[in-house]
Nanobody, 120 residues
Framework: QVQLVESGGGLVQPGGSLRLSCAAS????????MGWYRQAPGKQREMVAV???????NYANAVKGRFTISRDNAKNTLYLQMNNLKPEDTSVYYC??????????????WGQGTQVTVSS
């Protein structure tokens, strides 16, 4: 009964900023990693940024230096701060959680996505 809800998307001009949030609810026993992915029309979903639990974050080359991923462990909330946005960042952004349940079984969860449009 895990649910991920993204928010914070919208329309922004090139060079602008947005902050995406992902609130996780339900029973998540042990989070292995949390991350953001994006998928533009006609393209495959790609990793944007991931935080493996207990390790440093990883970023796609296209967003390094511009995006910052963070998490609030107490609230089970994931954030993506996006600065200096470019038109090529236009996509639907999805929150992802990889976790182990109380039976140590790997489970993956996806949010419904939030649209980010970068345009003049």
């Amino acid at each position: 009964q895990v649910q991920l809800v993204e928010s914070g998307g919208g329309l922004v001009q090139p060079g602008g900023s947005l902050r995406l949030s992902c609130a996780a609810s339900g029973s998540i026993f042990n989070i292995v990693a949390m991350g953001w992915y994006r998928q533009a029309p006609g393209k495959q979903r790609e990793m944007v940024a991931v935080i493996p639990s207990g390790h440093s974050s990883n970023y796609a080359n296209a967003v390094k230096g511009r995006f910052t991923i963070s998490r609030d462990n107490a609230k089970n909330t994931l954030y993506l701060q996006m600065n200096n946005l470019k038109p090529e960042d236009t996509s639907v952004y999805y929150c992802n959680v990889v976790a182990r349940n109380d039976r140590a079984t790997i489970e993956t969860y996806w949010g419904q996505g939030t649209q980010v449009t970068v345009s003049s």
